[in-house]
T-cell receptor
Framework: AQSVTQLDSHVSVSEGTPVLLRCNYS??????LFWYVQHPNKGLQLLLK??????LVKGINGFEAEFKKSETSFHLTKPSAHMSDAAEYFC?????????????FGKGTKLSVKP | GAGVSQSPSNKVTEKGKDVELRCDPI?????LYWYRQRLGQGLEFLIY????????KSGLPSDRFSAERTGESVSTLTIQRTQQEDSAVYLC??????????????FGQGTRLTVV
């Protein structure tokens, strides 16, 4: 069975400071992992994905995530937050097909950016 | 098409009426998902179609909810006898293959359903 846990429901940072959104996963197989972003009243957009190539993955808008198998983690980071980064972020695990298709969503982390 | 298209973008309906929501996936995508997102909440899985396989309906909240898909094309989500608790954004997504690595889902903009 696969599962994903986003450890923080809400993260607040000041503009210009680093961002860390935490995600832990559970999978019996080698998973693919994704981060999606959802800006207010917008659809979901793929931010980045890990598919068993390089463990450090770079995405759009300066975000990156590191796959750590030993820690079963896939945390999302950005060196310097921008006001436009305020949004909801979803960590997703994908692997062998099962229930819910092959995509398991975390509950989301809402990122607030203070000026 | 260029992306996943959903219609209508907004729907206001009276309690007790039936509604149909439509999703046009990206051409060639064999997998199609429906999710529900209530205000301020995460995504709630509803149903998953993959090619000609039997759909995974495990997320449908009640028998008032049903969905169909014709081959690998359009899908329709139907809610019968709508209730106020059905008010939410309904999101559709499609992806290009079954299981394995590298699959990402592409989302439509959603249908905002308001039951009054």
């Amino acid at each position: 069975a696969q599962s994903v846990t986003q450890l923080d429901s809400h993260v607040s940072v000041s503009e210009g400071t680093p961002v860390l959104l935490r995600c832990n996963y559970s999978s019996s197989y080698s998973p693919s992992l994704f981060w999606y972003v959802q800006h207010p009243n917008k659809g979901l957009q793929l931010l980045l994905k890990y598919t068993s190539a390089a463990t450090l993955v770079k995405g759009i808008n300066g975000f990156e995530a590191e796959f750590k198998k030993s820690e079963t983690s896939f945390h999302l980071t950005k060196p310097s937050a921008h006001m436009s980064d305020a949004a909801e972020y979803f960590c997703v695990v994908s692997g062998v097909a099962g229930s819910q298709g092959n995509l398991i969503f975390g509950k989301g982390t809402k990122l607030s950016v203070k000026p | 098409g260029a992306g996943v298209s959903q219609s209508p973008s907004n729907k206001v309906t009276e309690k007790g009426k039936d509604v149909e929501l439509r999703c046009d996936p990206i051409s060639g995508h064999t997998a199609l998902y429906w999710y529900r997102q209530r205000l301020g909440q995460g995504l709630e899985f509803l149903i998953y179609f993959q090619g000609n396989s039997a759909p995974d309906k495990s997320g449908l909240p009640s028998d008032r909810f049903s969905a169909e898909r014709t081959g690998e094309s359009v899908s329709t989500l139907t809610i019968q006898r709508t209730q106020q608790e059905d008010s939410a954004v309904y999101l559709c997504a499609s992806s290009s293959f079954w299981g394995g690595l590298g699959t990402e889902a592409f989302f439509g903009q959603g249908t905002r359903l308001t039951v009054v």
